[in-house]
C-alpha cells in the first residue's frame, strides 16, 4: 500500500475500528457455528483518486453486499468476495454442495444479504455505543459487479467534502486459514470527524 497521507490520524482511530471488528468477528463466529473470525487488517486515509489502486480492486468481477448507514449518508459498508469464496460461504451457511457454475439462487443471495445484516448491525451497534447517536444500517444488497467501480460510486458523496477518504479493512479467516474476503467500512466526513472527536476526548476521560 503506497501514497497514503495523515497515517497518524488514521492510526488515532485502530481502537474504535478494533472494537467493531471484535463486535462484528462474534457475531460472524456465532452465526457460522465457529467456523469464520474477522480481523482488522488496515485503518488508511488516503487520497480519493488512489481509493481502488492502493486498495488493489481490478478489473475483476467480483461479489458483494452493500449497505449503506440511513442515519449517515455517505457512509458505506461493502462485503467483497470472489465468485468461489463467496458461492463457498453461501454453501457453508445453507450447508448445500458449491456449484460455481450454477446461477445465483435467491437462496443464496439471501444468505449472503443477511450475513452483510448480522455483520453490520453489529458493527454499528459497537460504533453507536461511542459516538452516543443511533447508527442505523440499510438492509443490504446483493451486488456482482466490478470493484473499483462500485467503490468510486459509494464515495462520490465524498468527493464533495474532501479529497481523502478513511478506509477500514476488515479480514475473514476460518480457524487458521486467511480467506479471499474483506470488509470495507468506508465512513463519511461527518461520521469519521465525530469519532476523532470521540477518541480526542478519551485520554483526558480517563485521567
Known sequence: MTTLTNN???????????????????????WTNGE??????????????????????????????????????????????????????????????????????ELEKS?????GNILGCAYMNALTKLVGRPLVPSPPYFIQDYGASVVEQALMAQAMESDTVLVCRTGFHRRDEELNWHVLFLPS?????????????????KG
Open 189 to 205: 466526513v461527518s461520521l469519521r470527524q465525530n469519532l476523532e472527536r470521540v477518541m480526542a476526548r478519551t485520554p483526558s476521560q
Open 8 to 30: 497518524s490520524r488514521a492510526a488515532a482511530l485502530e481502537p474504535v475500528f478494533a472494537a467493531a471488528t471484535h463486535e462484528a468477528s462474534t457475531a460472524m463466529c456465532r
Open 111 to 115: 444468505a449472503l444479504t443477511e450475513t
Open 36 to 105: 469464520i473470525q474477522l480481523s482488522l487488517d488496515e485503518v488508511l486515509e488516503v487520497p480519493l483518486d488512489r481509493v481502488t489502486q492502493v486498495l488493489e480492486l481490478g478489473d475483476d468481477l467480483l461479489t458483494m453486499v452493500a449497505l449503506d448507514l440511513l442515519s449517515d449518508s455517505g457512509t458505506v459498508i461493502l462485503l467483497i468476495f470472489d465468485e468461489i469464496n463467496g458461492r463457498q460461504l453461501a454453501s457453508t451457511l445453507l450447508r448445500q454442495p458449491c456449484d460455481p457454475s450454477a446461477e445465483w439462487s
